[in-house]
């Protein structure tokens, strides 16, 4: 079993950076690809970002790329999202999720509560 906690959410004005934090007790991140997806309000969840198993591999969403980068820390059990010149758009709920490589949700058995990020205008 993992054990996800989201952090770092919070409220940004359109153009800023926020850093978004996942950090996993139960058994170590290296032996999965971690991700981050998002929900807006009214919206489904959707793919955000994901990172291989050893860290050699990232994948994102045509929204986000070139503006967020994921990373993973093994040695603090931890995954980040580096969000860079966020827009209103960017909204919602974030959500850590470990499992096996892919963008779709059913690649992940396991799932953080999430973490609320805010854009302004």
């Known amino acids: 079993q993992v054990q996800l906690v989201e952090s770092g959410g919070g409220l940004v004005q359109a153009g800023g950076s926020l850093t978004l934090s996942c950090t996993a007790s139960?058994?170590?991140?290296?032996?999965?690809?971690m991700s981050w997806f998002r929900q807006a309000a009214g919206k489904e969840r959707e793919f955000v970002a994901a990172?291989?198993?050893?860290?050699?591999?990232?994948s994102y969403a045509d929204s986000v790329k070139g503006r967020f980068t994921i990373s993973k820390d093994t040695g603090k059990n931890t995954v980040n999202l580096q969000m860079n010149t966020v827009k209103p758009g960017d909204t919602a709920v974030y959500y850590c999720?470990?499992?096996?490589?892919?963008?779709?949700?059913?690649?992940?058995?396991?799932w953080g509560q999430g973490t609320q990020v805010t854009v302004s205008s």
């Open positions: 999720a470990a499992g096996r490589w892919g963008s779709a949700e059913y690649n992940y058995n396991y």
């Open positions: 990172i291989s198993w050893s860290g050699a591999a990232t």
């Open positions: 139960g058994r170590t991140i290296s032996m999965y690809a």
